[in-house]
C-alpha cells in the first residue's frame, strides 16, 4: 500500500480554514518542520492546533502564529513566544491549557477510540473547573475527553512507503500519539525507505494510522537551550 | 547562613535512595543531579519520554533530537530508553517514579502547592507540574523561603491558583528541611547560623519544631 506523496505541499493542500490540527513535537524537538513551511504557504487560517508548545517566534507553531493563522492553541506550556503572548493578551488567540500528560492521555485516548478518560491532574484546581470529577478507589479524578483532530501532522525519523515510523530519541515524544490520532494522519521523515526495510520489531506506529508520508528535506532541527560541558 | 541553591540541591541529594527513579524539574531541582551520593544509583526520567538522563553533552556532541524536559540538550547514560508522552505519564501516574522534586512560588501547611500562574501576568502554561504532583508517590519542593518581597512562602493557605492540593510531603529551603504533617509545617533541620526564630518569622503557615530538630549538614 502506497501512501507517498510528492512533498509538504501535496501533503497539506486539502487542510481547510477553520481545521483542527495536531503537531507533533516537544518544543522545537520532532516538529514537523516542512508540513508547518507549507501551512504558512498555504496561508489557511482560523487553525485550531493541538501541540504541547507554540513554537518560538521565528520558528516552529511561531510562523503560523506570526501570520495570524492560528484561532485556538490546545497546549502545556506557550513560553518563549512573544507574538504568541501579544495575540493572546488582545485576544486574538484563544488559549487552552492542558497538563502534559493530560494533553498525552487524551491524545493516546483518541488513537485508542476512547471516548474518555479519568486522570488526577488539577483535580482541585482550575483545570477541573465544570468537568465531570469521579471518586476511584479513594481518590478524585476528573473526565478527560479524547480529541476530536481532522489532521494530525507529525514527524518521524525513518519511514517506510506503508507509513510505518520510527522516531528517534526524545524527538519521539507526542508524535507517536497524534500519528494515531488523527482522521487523517501527515507524516514527514527524515528517511523514506521501502516495505521491508524496517525491523517490524521495531516499529513505533503501524503504517495502518498513516494516511500520507513523504522524505522532508533541509532539516533545520534547530536547538532551544544548547547545554554542554566542557572537556576535562 | 541561609542555604544557596547548591546546599539546597545538595541537601535534598541526600533523600534520594539507591534504586530510585527521579524526576527532577527545572531550576534548583536539576541541580540535585550534581550531588547524588556516592553509591547511590539512580535513574533520572525526565517527562518528555526518557529514563536515564546524562549530563549534558560535550561541546559539538549536542543533538537537537537529544532534549529534557528544559528543552535542554542532554545526553543518556547506559541503559537508557526513550518512550512517548503518554508512556512517560502513565509511569508517573502509576507511581513508578519514586521522587519527585520540582520548585514552587508558594506552598501551604497541609501540602497544596502553587506553582504555575500569576493572576494579571502572562501565564506560561503548568507543562506537566499538575500531572507530577497529582501522582507522584514522593513529592519534595525545592525553593527560597520567602519571596523578593521577603514575604513567606510556606503559607496557611495558598493565595496563587494551585497546582495541586494535598501532595506536597517535604519542604527544604534555604533556611530549613520541613516534613508537612498533620500539624502543619514540621522544621526537623535549620541551616547553619539560621535561628529557629528567624524560621518562625518566616513561616506564616502553621509550624511546630521537631524535637530532634538539628543543623543541616552543609
Not at chain 1, 497539506?12 to 516542512?34: H, R
Not at chain 1, 501532522?153 to 488523527?182: E, H, Q, Y
Given at each position: ?232 | ?7 539546597i540541591?545538595?541537601?535534598i ?91 514552587a512560588?508558594?506552598v501551604a501547611d497541609?501540602g497544596?502547592i ?25 513529592i519534595i519542593v525545592a525553593m527560597?523561603h ?7 512562602k510556606l ?13 506536597i510531603k517535604k519542604v527544604v529551603t534555604?533556611l530549613g528541611v520541613f516534613d508537612i504533617?498533620?500539624?502543619?509545617f514540621c522544621c526537623i ?14 513561616t506564616?503557615g ?13
Open positions: 500500500m502506497n501512501k507517498v506523496v510528492a512533498g509538504a505541499d501535496e501533503a497539506v493542500k486539502d487542510i481547510p480554514s477553520g481545521a483542527t490540527l495536531m503537531l507533533g513535537g516537544f518544543g522545537l524537538c520532532g516538529i514537523p518542520e516542512n508540513c508547518i513551511a507549507a501551512l504558512v504557504r498555504l496561508g489557511i487560517n482560523s487553525l485550531t492546533c493541538i501541540s504541547n508548545n507554540a513554537g518560538v517566534d521565528d520558528f516552529g507553531i511561531g510562523l503560523m502564529l506570526q501570520k495570524r493563522q492560528v484561532k485556538k492553541m490546545i497546549s502545556s506550556y506557550v513560553g518563549e513566544n512573544a507574538e504568541f503572548e501579544r495575540q493572546m493578551l488582545t485576544g486574538e488567540l484563544e488559549v487552552e491549557l492542558v497538563p502534559q500528560g493530560t494533553l498525552a492521555t487524551r491524545c493516546m485516548a483518541t488513537g485508542y477510540g476512547m471516548p474518555a478518560v479519568y486522570l488526577l491532574a488539577g483535580y482541585g484546581t482550575e483545570v477541573a473547573e465544570g468537568k465531570e470529577v469521579r471518586n476511584f478507589n479513594g481518590k478524585n479524578y476528573i473526565l478527560e475527553t479524547a480529541f476530536n483532530s481532522d489532521f494530525a501532522i507529525v514527524k518521524a525519523w525513518k519511514g517506510d512507503t506503508s507509513g510505518n515510523l520510527i522516531f528517534r530519541d526524545t524527538a519521539r515524544n507526542f508524535n507517536p500519539l497524534m500519528a494515531m490520532a488523527g482522521k487523517i494522519t501527515i507524516a514527514e521523515v527524515e528517511e523514506l525507505v521501502q516495505p521491508g526495510e524496517l525491523d517490524p520489531n521495531f516499529i513505533h506506529v503501524p503504517g495502518i494510522y498513516v494516511q500520507r508520508i513523504f522524505q522532508g528535506e533541509n532539516y533545520e532541527k534547530r536547538i532551544e537551550q544548547r547545554t554542554v560541558r566542557k572537556r576535562n | 547562613m541561609a542555604l544557596n541553591k547548591e546546599q540541591a545538595k541537601r541529594a541526600r533523600e534520594l535512595q539507591d534504586g530510585f527513579y527521579v524526576n527532577l524539574g527545572i531550576g534548583i531541582p536539576t541541580l540535585v543531579a550534581n550531588y547524588i551520593p556516592e553509591g547511590v544509583d539512580v535513574v533520572l526520567q525526565s517527562e518528555n519520554g526518557l529514563l536515564g538522563m546524562g549530563p549534558f553533552p560535550f561541546e559539538g556532541e549536542e543533538d537537537a533530537d537529544l532534549i529534557n524536559a528544559g528543552k535542554q540538550t542532554i545526553t543518556t547514560v547506559p541503559g537508557s530508553v526513550f518512550f512517548d508522552s503518554a508512556m512517560s505519564f502513565g509511569m508517573i501516574r502509576s507511581g513508578k517514579v519514586d521522587l519527585t522534586v520540582l520548585g512560588m508558594e497541609n497544596d502553587a506553582n504555575w500562574k500569576i493572576p494579571g501576568k502572562m501565564v506560561k502554561g503548568m507543562g506537566g507540574a499538575m500531572d507530577l504532583v497529582a501522582a507522584a508517590k514522593n527560597q520567602t519571596n523578593p518581597k521577603g514575604e513567606s503559607l496557611p493557605n495558598c493565595t496563587l491558583p494551585l497546582t495541586g492540593v494535598g501532595c534555604d504533617t498533620p500539624d502543619g533541620e535549620y541551616a547553619p547560623g539560621v535561628t529557629i526564630d528567624e524560621i518562625k518569622a518566616k506564616a502553621r509550624l511546630t519544631i521537631s524535637p530532634n530538630v538539628k543543623e543541616i549538614a552543609v
